[in-house]
């Protein structure tokens, strides 16, 4: 990919976000700034926010590459993502605005008036943040090494840096700027190019269904391996090889293989004839991810679907970076009204990464092979397109790509920080949130310098699962269920969420990679979100006398309009 271009606008991107901080910098003044912007942030410039820092690495870069290696059954991500606000309109919005909270774990001691179940909140919070932003810096490393070929820890300590001097110096209130800027940047970003690819591709006379049959190449490709793989082949193929095969070497030679599976080294190049069928590949680097959660797809497909439907419609409630900024809408109604503007701007923006993967199955099917699905968006108006306009059309969706990793990795900085500050540090000014902000980046940069191979949209969808089973359960009960009991709450998110996680930390280690085990931890969430609520009702109605007392008041708060609130006061 031409980097004379990509590279300034990458930089562009990262001098325009600074500059944007520093607009909501100049008018941070108070605590509440930085917490929640004084509460002040209007429906529309809040739904542009909450769209710009929801819409991540997994939402730019990893649906697409998902479609082009899994095909359609992977819209399931994109539905799953909107219909999320959906679940959060009815349920939680208004209410968790009323609640007065500027955290998560504010919520959980407003409403159980215990200091353990706001720690254990706390910890899920650092949890699932950390999580989710490890995929962001490592699909920003992804997209500086496709376009310069840099090491991929150096994207990720770009956007460590610029985020942790964002949020550092203007807090909540900067990042809304920023994010709201960044939402329109990452649409346009893709759609502009989507729309000159569809009509190269229609000048191309390619098919009119990428799915309809299998992916194969459309002109002769080399494709180097970059990591062992297994080579998986339903029918004999004839392909050129340099490099080791089934451990015998070969220096450009034509071989014919066999229908079976063949192992082919690290380094080999495979020269593939036009209108080659792609073989399906098995990566044997032990990275776990790469193509465990395929592999146990194909196993068992209507559960993977479930799980993955039940995991992105819950989980969005309760993540960190989503919640927080609910505190910042004025009043309940202002809440809902910024909830059904996200469902609008989300679902707009979630019409074209699906784009990017079908034609990725046309025009760069290799990808399947080297393991970067993740780069066909980055890719695609190179090989489509070319020279200038293909080049300009490449920097557009380059900085639109770091546009995402630096609003996602902003709003969880920020929640993690708010958490860290109010729960771990020893002070809560503004000062002790900026040391906040810098621990909360350091753990998941290090990860992401440590652990590879993670494709960008599964590692979200982890994510989601685990916030599933800690938080929707506490958020649902705790705004709508009266008998909610503070050792309930603390057994259910144990129980829900501890279980959750256990399943992601063994699917990201690999273990097991196939069999029916290896579904129930890739997947959990059919599992842990009903453990979580059950556990939670069953130990809130074995400890009744632990209800907490003013419960009722308090969900008068939660649910009665401020308007009402306020006349029944006077």
């Known amino acids: 990919m031409n980097s004379s271009y990509s590279v300034p606008a990458v930089a562009l991107v990262v001098v325009a976000t600074v500059l944007v901080g520093a607009f909501g910098l100049r008018i941070s003044r108070t605590t509440s700034d930085f917490y929640v912007a004084s509460r002040t942030v209007g429906p529309r410039l809040n739904a542009a926010a909450i769209s710009g820092e929801y819409l991540s690495a997994a939402s730019f870069l990893g649906i697409a590459g998902l479609v082009l290696v899994q095909g359609p059954d992977m819209l399931w991500y994109p539905v799953g993502y909107t219909a999320g606000y959906l679940v959060l309109l009815l349920f939680v919005a208004a209410p968790l605005r009323r609640s007065g909270a500027y955290t998560l774990p504010d919520f959980a001691e407003a409403r159980l008036a215990s200091q353990a179940v706001r720690r254990l909140a706390g910890a899920f919070v650092v949890g699932v943040g950390w999580l989710y932003l490890l995929p962001q810096l ?40 920023v994010q709201a800027f960044q939402y329109w940047l990452k649409l346009t970003a893709l759609l502009v190019p ?5 009509l190269a591709w229609q000048g191309d006379g390619a098919p009119s269904h990428a799915f309809e049959e299998p992916a194969t190449f459309r002109e002769q490709r080399v494709v180097k391996v970059a ?15 340099t490099g080791t095969v089934d451990g015998r070497p070969h220096d450009d030679q034509q071989l014919r293989l066999p229908a079976g599976t063949h192992h082919i080294d690290k380094g080999t190049r495979l020269t593939f004839a036009k209108g080659t069928t792609v073989p399906a590949a098995d990566r044997r680097t032990g990275d776990g991810m790469s193509t465990s959660l395929a592999a146990g797809r194909e196993d068992r497909p209507l559960y993977a679907t479930y799980g993955l439907i039940l995991a992105t419609f819950l989980g969005t409630m309760g993540l960190p970076h989503v ?3 609910f505190y910042t809408s004025p009043h309940g109604v202002a809440a809902r009204r910024t909830t059904v503007a996200v469902l609008g701007l989300i679902g707009c923006f979630y019409l074209l990464p699906p784009v990017y993967g079908a034609l990725g199955r046309l025009y760069a099917p290799e990808l399947t092979l080297t393991g970067d699905a993740d780069a066909a ?14 080049d300009l059309l490449g920097a557009l969706v380059a900085g639109g790509a770091f546009a995402a990793f630096l609003s996602t990795a902003s709003g969880l900085t920020m929640a993690v920080a ?4 109010q729960d771990v540090l020893p002070a809560r000014g503004v000062r002790h949130f900026r040391l906040g902000t810098v621990l909360a980046m350091c753990v998941p940069l290090a990860a992401s310098v440590l652990v590879g191979g993670l494709p960008v949209a599964d590692a979200v969808g982890l994510a989601f699962a685990v916030s599933a089973s800690s938080f929707c359960p506490l958020l649902v009960l705790g705004i709508w269920w009266r008998r909610l009991t503070p050792p309930g709450a603390a057994a259910g998110m144990l129980v829900g969420g501890g279980s959750a996680f256990l399943a992601v930390a063994a699917t990201m280690a690999g273990l097991p990679a196939r069999g029916p085990l290896h579904a129930l931890l890739a ?5 842990s979100v009903p ?17 907490p007392a003013g419960t009722a008041a308090i969900l008068a708060r939660f649910h009665l309009p401020e308007e009402l609130r306020a006349e029944v006061k006077a």
Do not use: H, Y
């Open 138 to 177: 490592q699909g920003a490393g992804l997209t500086l090494t496709v376009l310069t070929g840099a090491p991929e820890w150096l994207g990720g300590v770009i956007v460590a840096a610029v985020v942790v001097a964002t949020v550092a110096a203007g807090g909540m209130r900067s990042i809304t700027f």
């Open 194 to 198: 989507a729309l000159f690819l569809i």
């Open 227 to 241: 990591d062992t793989l297994d080579l998986t082949l339903d029918q004999p193929l004839t392909v050129t090889v």
């Open 323 to 325: 919640v927080v900024r």
């Open 377 to 390: 968006v980055l890719l695609l108006p190179e090989r489509m397109i070319g020279g200038l306009g293909g």
């Open 418 to 421: 708010g958490v860290l500050t």
């Open 523 to 527: 997947w959990p969430a059919l599992w």
């Open 531 to 547: 453990l979580g609520f059950l556990t939670m009702v069953v130990v809130s109605l074995a400890t009744a006398s632990r209800v």
